[in-house]
C-alpha cells in the first residue's frame, strides 16, 4: 500500500444545479425502476416491479407524488420494453399464461390526464417454451418510435424447429391498430440475431443485427468472425439486405443512431477478434438507394491508453495499438452539433472458490462493472476524440448525459478521488471507505473536470444508474426500499 503512493485531487463544485425533492413514502416497497420518463410541462412518471404488483405513479414538477397505482401481474408477465410520447409512457409485457402462447400486452400511463389503461398488442404462438424476444443476455428487446411520434416498430424472434424466421410489426402510435407485418430473414440453416431497431416518418423500419454463417457461436476455432452484420430494410411491400463489412477487419458490435436526416451505424471494430476492440467505425448509410454512403475506422486515441493505463504504460499500448475487450454499448448520445458520443461499460464475470473449514467451500460469481470507454464522433463520422474512465464497481454505478453540448458522467465513487503518480484517476471504493457522487464534466475537445455532487456520508446515497435526463434535467431516485427522494441535476 505504501508502494502506491498517490496525491489527492482537489474536488471543485458541478456546475450543474443539485436540489433534493421532499420525502415520500411508498406502500409497497421497491427499488426495482423500470421506466422514468419527465413530460414537457414538468410531470414526471416512474414504473416499478415489485413482487407480485407493477408500480405506477406520477410526480409534479417539484417532484411531490400526485397519483400512484397498484397494478396486479403475474410471476408469467415480464417487461420486454418501453416507450415514450404525447405524454404518455408505454409500458410492454410478455405474458407467457401457456407454454405455446405469448401475449403481448401496452400498459399506458398517461402523466397529464393520471389515467392507466392496459391493452392487448397482439398473441403469437412459440416452440419449445420460447421468449418472444429472445434472451435479454443475448436479443436487444426491439422497440422504435418514429422521429415524428406516428408510428412504432417491434421486433420479435418467431424461431422454428426447422426454420428460423423473425417478425416487424409496425403500429399506428396512437390507435395501437396493427398497420403491417413482415417476416424477414427467414432461412432454415443460418440464424440471425437482432441487435438494433430504427422506423423512419414513413414507416420503413431498418433491423441491424449479425447473420450467423455456421450455428450460432460468435467466433470461429481461430478467432474470425462467424458471422456478418446485416442492416435490414423492411417495408409493407418488400425486405432487402445490406451487409455491413470493414474487410479485413472485425466488427465487434454497432448501434443505430440518426443525425442531421442521415442514418449511422456506430461501434468498435478490432483486427484480432471479434471480442476486441482496436478503435471506433461509423457507417453512413443513403437510405434512398440503401447503400453505404462512407465508412470509416479510426483506432483509439492515445488519450484512452492514457487514463487506462498511464502515460508511462499509454505510449507503448498506442503504439502498438493495444486492443481492449469486454466492452458493451450503453449509451448513443448526439448533440446540438450533430455530435455522437458512443459510451461503453466493461463487463465480464468472474469465480472465486471460498473456502467454509474442513466441510469444502463452494464458487462465488464476481459481476465486474469496470473502466468505461468514451469515443465522439463529428456529424461526418470522424472520430475526434477519445477517452476513458478507470473504474472498479460491482454493480451498475453510472449514467451519461448531454446537457449544453458538454457530456455529464454521473457516478458513485470513494469519498475522495485520487490522482496517481502515473497520471490515471482511479474510480473505486475502498473496503472501509466512505463514498461519494461525482460530476465529471467532459468539454466540447474531451477536456475533463471532477466535480463532486456531494459526500454521501450522512447524505441521501443516490442511484445514477436508475436516473433519466429529459427536459434538460437528470433525476435520480434514492436507494431507501421504502422512504425515497430524489436529486434533480439542471
Not at 9 to 20: D, F, G, Y
Amino acid at each position: 500500500m505504501l508502494a502506491i503512493s498517490h496525491l489527492s485531487i482537489s474536488q471543485s463544485t458541478t456546475n450543474l444545479k443539485v436540489s433534493e425533492s421532499t420525502e415520500y413514502k411508498d406502500k409497497v416497497k421497491s427499488i426495482d425502476v423500470i421506466a422514468i420518463r419527465t413530460s414537457k410541462s414538468g410531470e414526471t412518471g416512474i414504473v416499478r416491479n415489485a413482487k407480485r404488483d407493477l408500480l405506477f405513479d406520477i410526480f409534479d414538477n417539484k417532484l411531490n407524488k400526485t397519483f400512484t397505482k397498484v397494478v396486479e401481474s403475474s410471476k408469467k408477465e415480464s417487461y420486454v420494453g418501453d416507450l415514450f410520447y404525447n405524454n404518455q409512457i408505454k409500458l410492454f409485457t410478455v405474458y407467457a399464461q401457456k407454454k405455446d402462447e405469448r401475449i403481448l400486452y401496452c400498459h399506458t400511463l398517461d402523466l397529464s390526464s393520471k389515467a392507466y389503461t392496459r391493452t392487448l398488442i397482439f398473441k403469437a404462438t412459440v416452440e419449445k417454451k420460447q421468449s418472444l424476444f429472445g434472451s435479454r443476455k443475448n436479443h436487444n428487446t426491439s422497440f422504435s418510435l418514429s422521429p415524428n411520434g406516428k408510428y412504432f416498430a417491434i421486433a420479435t424472434d418467431n424461431v422454428r424447429k426447422n426454420k428460423n424466421a423473425y417478425t416487424i410489426r409496425v403500429f399506428d402510435a396512437e390507435t395501437e391498430k396493427l398497420i403491417y407485418k413482415k417476416a424477414y430473414q427467414e432461412n432454415e440453416k443460418r440464424t440471425f440475431k437482432h441487435n438494433d431497431l430504427y422506423i423512419d416518418n414513413n414507416s420503413n423500419v431498418y433491423s441491424l443485427g449479425k447473420l450467423f454463417l455456421n450455428g450460432k457461436s460468435n467466433k470461429k476455432f481461430n478467432g474470425d468472425a462467424n458471422y456478418q452484420f446485416v442492416l435490414n430494410k423492411i417495408t409493407k411491400d418488400e425486405n432487402t439486405e445490406l451487409v455491413i463489412d470493414l474487410k479485413d477487419e472485425h466488427i465487434q458490435s454497432l448501434s443505430i443512431s440518426q443525425t442531421n436526416n442521415q442514418l449511422h451505424l456506430l461501434g468498435f471494430y478490432s483486427e484480432l477478434n471479434v471480442g476486441r476492440i482496436k478503435g471506433g467505425c461509423d457507417f453512413v448509410i443513403d437510405t434512398n438507394n440503401f447503400s453505404i454512403k462512407t465508412n470509416k475506422a479510426q483506432a483509439l486515441p492515445k488519450q484512452v491508453y492514457k487514463d487506462l493505463y498511464g502515460y508511462r504504460t499509454a505510449k507503448r499500448k498506442n503504439k502498438k495499438k493495444k486492443e481492449l475487450r469486454n466492452f458493451d454499448i450503453d449509451y448513443v448520445l448526439t448533440d446540438s452539433k450533430g455530435g455522437t458520443f458512443l459510451i461503453a461499460e466493461e463487463f465480464y464475470i468472474t469465480q472465486t472458490y471460498v473456502q467454509t473449514g474442513n466441510a469444502g467451500g463452494y464458487y462465488q460469481t464476481i459481476y465486474h462493472y469496470d473502466d468505461v470507454l468514451i469515443l465522439k464522433f463529428s456529424p461526418s463520422g470522424d472520430l475526434t476524440w477519445g477517452r476513458s474512465i478507470f473504474k472498479r464497481a460491482n454493480s451498475p454505478s453510472y449514467n451519461a448525459f448531454i446537457k449544453n453540448d458538454q457530456l455529464h458522467v454521473i457516478l458513485n465513487s470513494g469519498k475522495n478521488l485520487a490522482e496517481k503518480k502515473d497520471g490515471r484517476t482511479k474510480v473505486s471504493k475502498g473496503w472501509l471507505e466512505s463514498s461519494s457522487l461525482y460530476d465529471f464534466e467532459y468539454s466540447k475537445n474531451g477536456d475533463v473536470s471532477y466535480n463532486k455532487i456531494q459526500d454521501n456520508r450522512r447524505n441521501t446515497f443516490y442511484l445514477p444508474g436508475l436516473g433519466t435526463y429529459e427536459m434538460d434535467k437528470f433525476i435520480m431516485m434514492s436507494e431507501g426500499r421504502k422512504k425515497k427522494t430524489f436529486m434533480i441535476l439542471e
